[in-house]
């Protein structure tokens, strides 16, 4: 049985997907998605999968042709901007604690921040 969170995040094929979508212009055939992804190009049938599931999931929906025609339009329910901070929030209270000081002293720890860096990201979160 999947748990609610299991459903609202994305793995990693879904988000190579959501990318395609965020990044475009407008709605999406499946065909038009599948022209977006270098060589060696995914089958029809597994985007096909993939975005039945996203549909499942609710990060996308789509819109079918007009009468007579099979074509389905996909479009992202959610932006990056939400999806990313929905992501971030559950990271945050699951493996922090809830704790925001934590989590970025994780990230302070992981990475190498120059004084320049350091300057803009605490001018960033004064604001």
């Known amino acids: 049985m999947k748990r609610n969170n299991e459903e609202r995040t994305l793995t ?14 407008g709605m999406m055939s499946t065909h038009s998605i599948i022209e977006q992804y270098p060589d060696p190009k995914p089958a029809y049938s597994t985007i096909a999968t993939f975005l039945k599931i996203l549909t499942k999931k609710g990060f996308i929906n789509y819109k079918k042709a007009e ?13 990056r901007q939400k999806y990313t901070s929905q992501f971030m929030q559950e990271a945050k209270s699951t493996l922090f604690g809830n ?17 320049e860096d350091l300057e803009e990201i605490i001018s960033m979160i004064r604001k």
Do not use: C, V
């Open 12 to 25: 990693r094929a879904e988000m190579e997907i959501m990318n395609i979508l965020w990044n475009s212009e």
């Open 99 to 115: 704790s925001m000081k934590a989590m970025l002293h994780f990230f302070a720890q992981s990475e190498e921040i120059s004084d």
């Open 67 to 79: 009468a007579g025609n099979k074509t389905f339009f996909f479009y992202p329910l959610l932006t």
